[in-house]
């Protein structure tokens, strides 16, 4: 199994990277937090359905499972999995509906 990034996902973790890169004034720990959420996505690949649906998304089979902070929001099918959002746990779920 894959793991596919959608455009949106991608933007939301170079934001991350970003957003810590300049709270902490540490590029060592921005790329640790930014590797960490890419290595959990694909540790997902391992039992991809073990995590929730996520019900605020409103839309079947989609999951999404927590790395400190943070949250991916996925699919998947028999082959691929796809990240369609990741983003921290403080933000208001309402706005991250996926299309």
Request: proline fraction near 2%; include cysteine.
């Amino acid at each position: 199994m894959q793991v596919f990034w959608r455009d949106k996902a991608i933007d939301e973790l170079n934001s991350i990277y970003d957003y810590i890169l300049k709270e902490t004034k540490s590029q060592t720990i921005a790329t640790k937090v930014y590797n960490a959420i890419l290595d959990f996505s694909a540790s997902l690949t391992i039992q991809p359905t073990k995590y929730k649906i996520e019900e605020t998304i409103g839309k079947e089979n989609v999951r999404s499972a927590s790395l400190w902070s943070y949250k991916l929001v996925y699919t998947c099918d028999n082959e691929n999995l796809y990240v369609l959002r990741v983003f921290h746990l403080k933000q208001n779920p309402n706005k991250l509906k996926v299309k």
